[in-house]
């Protein structure tokens, strides 16, 4: 998979849990932080979308644990968005460890944007980001 976006980010000691790995949740909190740096990236602002009106939700995520990262590990996040329907998009991402690029886990994040009235639509400022791929 062609990844267009990716981000380093380094285990801090509070992520882990008593076993010493990275705890399962906080990998939702990298994932979520890459997609909006993605999304910054193309000049999409996640705090000014919000307050246009436009919520980006997720609707579901499938996280596939490979292996656990540990305090101190170096890792790259990488990150693709693509349609997925006509009102649903999917980032596809990835927790790569550094510096030997062993991936640690794979993820597929399905969304939508609810526009004011609660009604799922798509709007223009991310239907450009499907046409990058």
Same mark, same amino acid.
């Given at each position: 998979?062609?990844?267009?976006?990716?981000?380093?980010?380094?285990?801090?000691?509070?992520?882990?849990?008593?076993?010493?790995?990275?705890?399962?949740?906080?990998?939702?909190?990298?994932?979520?932080?890459?997609?909006?740096?993605?999304?910054?990236?193309?000049?999409?602002?996640?705090?000014?979308?919000?307050?246009?009106?436009?919520?980006?939700?997720?609707?579901?995520?499938?996280?596939?644990?490979?292996?656990?990262?540990? =305090?101190?590990?170096?890792?790259?996040?990488?990150?693709?968005?693509?349609?997925?329907?006509?009102?649903?998009?999917?980032?596809?991402?990835?927790?790569?460890?550094?510096?030997?690029?062993?991936?640690?886990?794979?993820?597929?994040?399905?969304?939508? =944007?609810?526009?004011?009235?609660?009604?799922?639509?798509?709007?223009?400022?991310?239907?450009?980001?499907?046409?990058?791929?």
């Amino acid at each position: 998979m062609q990844y267009s976006h990716a981000i380093e980010l380094k285990v801090r000691d509070y992520e882990c849990d008593q076993q010493a790995v990275v705890n399962n949740g906080v990998y939702q909190n990298y994932l979520e932080h890459a997609r909006h740096e993605f999304l910054k990236s193309r000049g999409i602002d996640f705090a000014a979308v919000t307050g246009s009106g436009v919520n980006l939700v997720v609707t579901r995520a499938e996280l596939d644990y490979r292996k656990s990262l540990v =305090s101190g590990d170096l890792f790259r996040v990488r990150s693709l968005v693509r349609q997925a329907s006509r009102v649903r998009f999917e980032f596809h991402q990835d927790i790569v460890r550094l510096p030997d690029e062993t991936l640690m886990l794979t993820a597929k994040i399905i969304g939508t =944007s609810l526009n004011q009235q609660g009604r799922p639509f798509v709007p223009e400022l991310l239907r450009a980001l499907f046409d990058e791929n």
